[in-house]
């Protein structure tokens, strides 16, 4: 039997065991997938102890990306992000991937929204901002990234090639212009509040929020009553687990099948 797992901390409220679990199913394949709450003072340990068990792989999640980063060898393009979601255990060794990132990019090509040439606002500049921002770029988009704290948009921005920061002082000016606008902040989790002035919406934006805790943030209520298209935070959440289960299993995964599961447990 091949075990997987996520490792974080918390990890008991994860989400990614019931939507791993429908995929392996669905596919035959005898495989466990369980939840591991690393301590963060022994996370380099747990990770060298899961390749010693023969762990298959492993979905990483907070405060873990970046210990994962120094852990597993990721490829070029994740070597910018500084982050790693997924760690596939080969026989050459622990591989690093950032399926958050190219995870949101399928989400929006699930919606048929093509980020090529378009101009898009990422709010935030912490990790979700991060992954976002370098997806869109390599997506083709023209980046904005506006963020409370002005400084951190600026330091983000100088690492995303033809990307600008901005404060949130910014962000309607910003939005007028803008085809996408994604909420990477903490901002409406668990309470009804919204980054963007309600104001600012229009019907060409689309919106996506990274937040799915609750699935219709009002940062998505509100782009959605000014017409814009919107894609939930769940998409993300789904898409990096497709990623996960393609790169571990080198099957197509059975996306319709995780998203119910996972839908099903929101
Ligand atoms: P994550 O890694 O999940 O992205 P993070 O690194 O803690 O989390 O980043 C949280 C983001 O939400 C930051 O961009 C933060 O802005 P600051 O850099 O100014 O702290 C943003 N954020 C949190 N609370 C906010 C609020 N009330 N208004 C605006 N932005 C907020």
Known sequence: MDVYGIIGNPVEHSLSPPMHEAAFREHGIDAKYVTFEADPDRIEEAFRGADALGIDGLTVTLPFKHDAFEFAEPDEQIRRVGAVNTIDFTENGPVGYNTDMTGTLRAFEHHDVNLKDTRAVVVGAGGAARALAFGFEDAGADVQIANRTASKAHDLADEVPGATGHGLEDLSD???????????????????????????WHRDLVAFDAVYKPLETRFLTDAAAAGAQTIDGAWMLLFQGVGAFETWTG??????TMNGALRSHL
Request: charged share 25%.
């Open 174 to 200: 910003l939005m007028a212009d803008a085809d996408v606008v994604a909420n990477a902040t903490s901002v409406g989790l668990e309470s009804d509040e919204s980054v963007a002035p309600a104001d600012a």
């Open 251 to 256: 099957e197509d995964a059975p996306v319709e």
